[in-house]
């Protein structure tokens, strides 16, 4: 029986650990190519999220600094 997909975070780079876990192992047999497909998009969704996340941060950060700067 082969093992099943998790993973445990909600971090940028645990989901980047995980995703590439879920190509290695399905690579290796260890788990079922369909299941790493399925986990793979969703850790890919989450990792866009939390780059656009971060991405906002910057961008409001970089107004703050500016504002700031000319004032």
């Not at 192992?25 to 999220?49: C, H, M, Q, R, S």
């Amino acid at each position: 029986m082969k093992k099943s997909l998790r993973c445990l975070g909600t971090e940028l780079d645990k989901f980047l650990d995980c995703a590439f876990r879920a190509v290695i192992e399905a690579k290796l047999g260890l788990v079922d190519k369909d299941e790493a497909l399925d986990a793979l998009w969703e850790y890919l969704v989450n990792i866009d999220y939390e780059v656009k996340i971060l991405e906002r941060r910057i961008g409001i950060s970089d107004n703050v600094k500016k504002e700031a700067n000319s004032g």
